[in-house]
């Protein structure tokens, strides 16, 4: 079992910046690749963004690419994700997720330990 925190989230203005982070306990970070998923009001969860178990393969969702990055730091079993640019269709409930691989990394089901969710709100 692996216990995943978010938190980083909060009110931003658009075309401002925010990080993100997911504290991990339970099991060693390094065992899982990692994604973030966000979930806007009334709208299904959605992919974000995909760090592999080595950190050397990430994948995107086309619309945060080149504004949002993903890292990983396994000496802190900490995940992050730097967002810049940030606009207000960003607005969402942000969640980390772990997954045994990085096969097919922009579907939820490949992901089997969820955290609770941080509130990301860009403002106009």
């Known amino acids: 079992q692996v216990q995943l925190v978010e938190s980083g989230g909060g009110l931003v203005q658009a075309g401002g910046s925010l990080r993100l982070s997911c504290a991990a306990s339970?099991?060693?970070?390094?065992?899982?690749?990692m994604g973030w998923f966000r979930q806007a009001p009334g709208k299904e969860r959605e992919f974000v963004a995909h760090?592999?178990?080595?950190?050397?393969?990430?994948v995107y969702a086309d619309t945060v690419k080149g504004r949002l990055t993903i890292s990983r730091d396994d000496a802190k079993n900490t995940v992050y994700l730097q967002m810049n640019s940030l606009k207000p269709e960003d607005t969402a409930v942000y969640y980390c997720?772990?997954?045994?691989?990085?096969?097919?990394?922009?579907?939820?089901?490949?992901?089997?330990?969820w955290g609770q969710g941080t509130q990301v709100t860009v403002s106009s």
């Open positions: 997720a772990a997954s045994g691989s990085s096969w097919r990394p922009s579907v939820e089901s490949r992901y089997d330990y």
């Open positions: 339970g099991r060693t970070l390094s065992n899982y690749a």
């Open positions: 760090i592999s178990r080595s950190g050397a393969s990430t």
